[in-house]
């Protein structure tokens, strides 16, 4: 599958961003900051790189920056969409690495380095994390950057963690350019429509031809196959929280026609639509 490009906004100026995770938050995704994850009341399955691995209560996990991952909350009921997890998004940037070159800083260093590869602590470090991590959804100020530093000594100081993926950063590059957030964001907004490579090269503000050899060369992708991933993703979604016919999924994805959604939908998920659905009817 190829990982969407996503931009973390930071609306209040803040250098990070915590918020609550639910139950609908669910597409293989990359960005250039750093996640950190506390699964509370939450449980299902995550990717990180190339790994895939069930999750329950009190996961803890840190990824690193371009480190494609997936959410895929399990639900108890059709109407279940609580908050189970809270997230917390930073760029290395924001904490400087004049702070993180002194002695004091050596093991958080250490970690955010290892976090190339996704690491997963124990139950136990994510119950002694709980505290910081909640605190920082409602303090302001020099608080909420205490409570991020205490969640650092809390992971700093865990007894173990491992690691979630043997390759570091499957597109490990960092997103620097704008232009190719900018494109991926309007797909992201756009893809229940017919977007032309011209639409989007004008965002880019290139020719279609440059814009797509800049996008194939940046994604590893053609711009067309990663709109139908994107269509799938949001397939996926439809098609297990939701009891939309199939038919009408199609064209609420932006689909032109059936049979080219089973085509896109069996290359990008690797089965049908009818038996993805099957697996959550249980």
């Known amino acids: ?164 993926s043997g390759e570091i950063s499957a597109g490990a590059r960092e997103i620097k350019d704008s232009r190719l957030t900018d494109v991926c964001t309007f797909v992201r907004e756009n893809f229940y429509r017919h977007i032309p490579v011209t639409e989007v090269a004008e965002i880019a503000k290139m020719s279609p031809h440059s814009f797509s050899r800049f996008f194939s060369r940046n994604t590893g992708s053609g711009f067309v196959d990663y709109v139908n991933q994107v269509r799938t993703n949001k397939a996926c979604y439809l098609l297990r929280e939701t009891d939309h016919q199939i038919n009408e999924i199609v064209f609420e994805c932006g689909f032109a026609t059936v049979s080219n959604f089973n085509k896109q939908f069996r290359k990008h998920a690797g089965m049908s639509a009818r038996d993805y659905r099957a697996q959550y009817l249980q």
């Open 1 to 164: 599958m190829i990982p969407e490009i996503i931009s973390i906004r930071h609306d209040d100026g803040s250098g990070f961003r915590v918020e609550w995770v639910d139950s609908e938050s669910s597409f293989l995704h990359l960005h250039p900051e750093y996640e950190i994850v506390l699964n509370i009341t939450g449980n299902g399955a995550r990717v990180a790189g190339d790994s895939i691995e069930l999750f329950d209560h009190y996961d803890m996990v840190v990824f690193g920056p371009d480190l494609k991952h997936l959410w895929n909350f399990h639900r108890d009921k059709e109407t279940d969409k609580e908050n189970h997890a809270i997230m917390c998004h930073f760029r290395r940037e924001s904490l400087g690495e004049p702070l993180l070159s002194q002695f004091e800083t050596v093991k958080l260093r250490r970690l955010l380095d290892d976090a190339a590869r996704g690491i997963v602590f124990t139950a136990e470090t994510g119950r002694n994390a709980e505290g910081p991590m909640r605190s920082m959804l409602t303090a302001t100020g020099m608080k909420k950057m205490v409570s991020l530093f205490q969640l650092f000594e809390i992971l700093c100081s865990a007894d173990k963690y491992e690691f979630l």
